[in-house]
C-alpha cells in the first residue's frame, strides 16, 4: 500500500485531460546540440519520457538547432548516446527543428499579413534603447507601421541576403507598454549569414527561440511542453505565438525548477574551463557531473533514475545534496555487483607457518546477501598482500586488526596471528609474519575462539596490479564553489591515484564492469584507459555515508 503522490506537472496533466483541452499526453526533451548533457538534463529526460509512458502517449527526442553560431554535429550523437542510455525511448520520433525552417519562415509571414509583425532598422542597441525599463514603457521603433507589403517585402529581402548581419530583424507587433519586457516588440528573425550544421547555406535568416520553440512544438503535437523556470515570464510570448498562428490544438508551456546539486559545478562554461585549464580530463572526467562523466564513473541508468524520483519535480528552487547521488548508486550496487578482494596501500603478509610453494583454491561467495551471484576460487599460499593500515606497531585502543600478539580472521580463509614485522631504513613497516591456524578454516565450523577483526587480502604471486583512482568532490565543500575573487574553488585532493594489487579473479575484466572491493567501496573500469594488461579503475563510491533517506 505504497502511497502514490502526484507531482504538480501530473496534476496539470489530470486536469487538462478531464477538461478536454487535450486527449493525450506528447511530451519531448529539446536539447540545443551545444555541449554535453549533465545530471540537470537528466531530469528533464526521464520526466518528460517518464510523463509519456506514465499517460500512455509520446516522448519526442527533438535537438533545438535553430542557432547556428553555437552547434555541432559531433553534439548530436552524443546526446543520443546519452538519452538511450538513460532508458529513454524515442522510437522513430527524432526530429530536429532546423527542418522546419521553412514552416517557420511561413508562419513569419503569416503574422506580417495579419499586422502582427515588421521589419525594423534600428540596431540592436537602439532597440535595447526603446525597450524601456521595468518601471518606465518602451517607445514604438519608428519602422512600426510599415505597411504589410512594405514588410513582406522587405522580409524577402532579408532571406534572399540583400542585408548585412544586424541591418533590419523581423519583430513581433504586440505591445511597447507590456509590464512584461519579453512582449515589448522581440525580434523574431535575424539575419546571420552563417553555415549551419544541418542546412548549410540554405538560410541566412534565423529564427528566435521565443519564435521557433512554440512553432516547433506545435508542428510535432506536443501537447506539456515542459522547460525549466527562467522561461515562466516568456511563457506570455509562447501563448501569443501559438494563438497568432492559430494552432488547432496548441501546446501548453508548464515550467519546473532546474535541478542543482550543492557545490558541484553544471554550467557549461565553468566545465569549459575546467576542460581548457587541464583540472580535468575532459568532459566525461569523472568527477563531472555531465552524464558522460558519471558513466565513465561507474554510475548505472537506475541510479539516476532513483535519484531524480528521489528529488521530485517542484515549482521552487533548490539544491540537493551530491550525498544523495552516491546514496543511490550505492544502494542499486549493494545487491547486483560481487563483493572481490582489492588491497589499495600493499605490504606484505608473510605467514611463516605455511608450506614454501603450496597452494589451495579457497571457496567464496561473491555476494553474501545475494546467492545468485554464485561463488569464485581464490588461490591462498605463502605470500599474501594486505592493508597498510590494517596492521599497527603500537595500536590504539579498540584497534581489533594486526599488531604484535594479536589474531585476526582473513577474510574467507583463517585465523593469522602475528609474530613480527620488518622494516625499511625509514622505519616504515615493509612486511608484516604471521602464523596460521589450519583448524580456522572458514566454512569448517570453527568455534573453538573467536577474533574482533576480519581483514581483506591478496595472494601476493597471483595478484593482478591495477591503478586505482580515488576522487573527492572537485569543489572544496566548506568554501564554496567560487573565491571572492571569481576564480573556482578546486579542491587539490579531488584526485588521488593508488597502485592496487587485485584478487586473480578480476585478470579480465572489461570496460565499465563495476564491482564493491570489500570494505573500499564501489569501483568501476575505466572505459577511457584501462587496458587488458594495464587496468584502471575508478572509485565510484565509498561504502559508508552520513546520508540517510
Ligand atoms: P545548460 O546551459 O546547463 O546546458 P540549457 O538550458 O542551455 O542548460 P538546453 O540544451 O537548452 O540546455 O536544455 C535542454 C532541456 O534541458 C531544456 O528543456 C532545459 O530546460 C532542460 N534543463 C537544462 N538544465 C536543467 C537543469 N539543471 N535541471 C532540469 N532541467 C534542465
Ligand atoms: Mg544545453
Ligand atoms: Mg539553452
Keep these: 500500500n505504497e502511497v502514490v503522490s502526484k507531482n504538480f506537472i501530473e496534476t496539470e ?11 493525450t499526453v506528447h511530451t519531448r526533451f529539446p536539447p540545443e546540440p551545444n555541449g554535453y548533457l549533465h545530471i540537470g538534463h537528466a531530469k528533464s529526460i526521464l520526466l518528460n519520457y517518464g510523463l509519456a509512458k506514465k499517460y500512455g502517449g509520446k516522448f519526442n527526442l527533438r535537438f533545438d538547432d535553430t542557432n547556428p553560431t553555437k552547434e555541432k554535429t559531433e553534439f548530436v550523437e552524443a546526446i543520443k548516446a546519452d538519452v538511450k542510455w538513460l532508458g529513454a525511448e524515442w522510437d522513430d520520433r527524432l526530429f530536429f527543428a532546423s527542418n522546419y525552417f521553412q514552416q517557420m519562415y511561413e508562419a513569419a ?37 510599415r505597411s504589410v507589403e512594405e514588410n513582406l ?13 544586424g541591418e533590419k530583424v523581423l519583430r513581433a507587433k504586440i505591445d511597447m507598454a507590456s509590464s512584461n519586457m519579453n512582449m515589448r516588440d522581440p525580434v523574431i528573425y535575424r539575419v546571420a549569414h552563417m553555415t549551419h550544421h544541418n542546412t548549410g547555406d540554405a538560410w541566412c535568416i ?13 508542428i510535432e503535437g506536443i501537447t506539456h511542453s515542459i522547460c525549466t523556470l527562467e522561461f515562466e515570464d516568456h511563457r506570455p510570448l509562447y501563448d501569443w505565438v501559438v494563438r497568432e498562428l492559430e494552432y488547432p490544438q496548441p501546446p501548453r508551456q508548464i515550467e519546473f525548477a532546474k535541478l542543482y546539486l550543492t557545490n558541484v559545478v553544471t554550467g557549461k562554461r565553468y566545465i569549459k574551463k575546467l576542460v581548457e585549464e587541464g583540472v580535468v580530463d575532459g568532459w566525461d572526467d569523472p568527477r563531472l557531473v555531465s552524464i558522460a562523466a558519471l558513466r565513465r564513473r561507474g554510475f548505472t541508468p537506475e541510479s539516476i533514475q532513483k535519484f531524480v524520483e528521489l528529488c521530485g519535480v517542484a515549482k521552487g528552487q533548490s539544491s540537493v545534496d551530491y550525498a544523495m547521488l552516491e546514496y543511490c548508486i550505492r544502494e542499486d550496487l549493494k545487491m547486483k555487483r560481487s563483493r572481490m578482494m582489492a588491497v589499495l596501500d600493499p605490504i ?85 609474519h604471521c602464523t596460521y591456524d589450519p583448524e580456522t578454516k572458514a566454512g569448517s565450523g570453527f568455534t573453538g575462539r573467536k577474533v574482533k577483526g576480519t581483514i581483506h587480502w591478496v595472494p601476493a604471486p597471483y595478484a593482478v596490479d591495477a591503478e586505482v583512482r580515488l576522487y573527492e568532490n572537485l569543489i572544496d ?23 592496487a594489487k587485485l584478487e586473480p579473479a578480476l585478470k579480465d575484466v572489461k570496460a565499465y564492469d563495476s564491482f564493491q572491493f570489500v570494505r573500499n567501496g564501489f569501483f568501476c573500469v575505466d572505459a577511457k584507459d584501462s587496458k587488458e594488461d594495464a587496468l584502471v579503475f575508478n572509485r565510484i563510491v565509498s561504502l559508508k555515508s552520513s546520508f540517510k533517506l
Design 13 to 23: 496533466i489530470d486536469k487538462d485531460l478531464a477538461e478536454g483541452v487535450y486527449d
Design 109 to 145: 509571414v503569416k503574422l506580417i499579413k495579419k499586422g502582427k509583425a515588421y521589419v525594423c532598422d534600428l540596431s540592436a542597441e537602439q532597440i535595447r534603447e526603446y525597450r524601456g525599463t521595468l518601471t518606465e514603457p518602451g517607445k514604438n521603433s519608428p519602422y512600426r507601421d
Design 153 to 165: 517585402q522587405l522580409f524577402e529581402d532579408m532571406k534572399n541576403g540583400k542585408f548585412a548581419d
Design 206 to 218: 534565423y529564427p528566435m527561440y521565443d519564435f521557433a520553440h512554440p512553432i516547433e512544438d506545435a
Design 348 to 432: 606484505k603478509l608473510v605467514i611463516d607457518n605455511y608450506p614454501e610453494g603450496e597452494v589451495e583454491y579457497l571457496d567464496a561467495a561473491n555476494n553474501l546477501e545475494n546467492e545468485e551471484l554464485g561463488s569464485r576460487k581464490i588461490p591462498f599460499c605463502k605470500e599474501l598482500y594486505i592493508e597498510r593500515d590494517d596492521f599497527m606497531e603500537e595500536p590504539p585502543k579498540k584497534y581489533f586488526r594486526l599488531f604484535p600478539g594479536n589474531e585476526v580472521r582473513l577474510m574467507h580463509a583463517y585465523f593469522v596471528k602475528c609474530v613480527s614485522f620488518e622494516k625499511d631504513e625509514n622505519g616504515n613497516v615493509t612486511v608484516v
Design 477 to 499: 565543500e566548506e568554501k564554496g564553489v567560487y573565491n571572492e575573487d571569481g576564480s573556482m574553488n578546486i579542491n587539490p585532493n579531488s584526485l588521488t591515484v593508488v597502485q
